[in-house]
């Protein structure tokens, strides 16, 4: 009878979500076990941040000595730049010669050209080359005027027509060794501290350290100096600084190593028969030495002290009389 089979599905229905109900709540009565594991991962976990809160204190008081290092480092390699850029534009154009890029040259209207009328006429200078100038105005047949015109490089890329004195040679030196030590400190610094992300790269920044002097130097220069170039400046300051001190050493230890024009030169008393003459040449003596000491003392006043510049540089032959 359908009345009969909808009554036992009903009650078999309630039954089953009865079942189920008695089964969630058995679930959720039970109380959920930890493991012994996660409570030890949890100890463990707790040390660390306790070992970790003793070294970031230490950690913090590194960095700031670390921090504070760099940045009188940086701040003394910005002094030596400074004192380096202003010998830089200091010096001369005998010591930094330029290119000659134009020279003036003496044109002849010739006849049957009047102003505003173009000649044609070739480079003196390149021969191979035609230029094209129009007359100037009141300038007629066989007057002159002057125009200018570019000329070729003739030097020699082998020669070094750059003539750096030893004062901006040591300067160099001591900018480079500036800025190494606050390239070190800085990297120091940026490797010690965790809240850096960006890494100082060390040796990019140091083979840019000449970057900003060669733009203190003049761009048309028959040598031109580059990044190469100033490092060999260096490193020939470098040298020749250990040559003068290995030197200076060696002569403090053992001054009989010194040069004999070095050496204090005395002349040997003589000795006479008679008290009369010996007192007579003692006086003459005494005169001649002041004497001596008088002319070494004006000549070294009157010695003139000569540079000489490298290669590259002629001169023109002369005669000289020596006294």
């Known amino acids: 009878k359908p009345t009969e089979s909808s009554a036992n599905n009903n009650s078999s229905s309630s039954s089953s979500s009865k079942t189920k109900n008695q089964k969630d709540q058995s679930k959720k009565s ?21 070992v970790d809160t003793v070294i970031s204190e230490e950690l913090k008081q590194k960095i700031e000595e670390h921090k504070k290092k760099a940045i009188e480092l940086k ?32 044109i002849t209207v010739p006849e049957g050209k009047s102003p505003g009328d173009d000649i044609t006429f070739s480079n003196p200078h390149n021969p191979g080359q035609k230029l094209r100038v129009k007359v100037p105005k009141n300038t007629s047949a066989g007057e002159k005027f002057v125009v200018s015109v570019p000329v070729a490089s003739t030097a020699d890329p082998d020669v070094d027509n750059n003539k750096f004195n030893r004062e901006i040679q040591e300067k160099l030196d001591d900018f480079s060794h500036a800025y190494d030590e606050w390239c070190h400190a800085e990297a120091a610094y940026r490797e010690l501290d965790p809240m850096v992300t960006e890494k100082f790269q060390l040796h990019h920044e140091r083979m840019n350290k000449f970057e900003a002097v060669i733009k203190v130097f003049p761009k048309d220069l028959i040598t031109p100096i580059d990044a190469t170039y100033l490092r060999k400046v260096v490193r020939r300051a470098r040298q020749n600084k250990h040559k003068r001190n290995k030197t200076a050493k060696m002569y403090a230890e053992n001054p009989d190593a010194a040069p004999s024009s070095s050496k204090a030169t005395t002349t040997p008393d003589t000795t006479v028969s008679s008290s009369g003459n010996n007192n007579n040449n003692s006086s003459s003596n005494n005169n001649n030495s002041n004497n001596k000491g008088e002319d070494n003392a004006s000549d070294k006043n009157n010695t003139i002290e000569l540079h000489l510049p490298g290669k590259g540089v002629d001169f023109p032959e002369m005669s000289t009389t020596t006294s």
């Open 30 to 50: 039970t109380p959920k076990k930890k493991s012994s594991s996660s409570s030890g991962k949890s100890s463990k976990d707790d040390d660390k941040k306790k």
């Open 75 to 106: 701040a003394e390699a910005d002094r030596m730049f400074d004192e380096t850029k202003a010998h830089i534009e200091s010096m001369t154009e005998k010591e930094l010669p330029r290119k000659k890029k134009n020279e003036k040259v003496s």
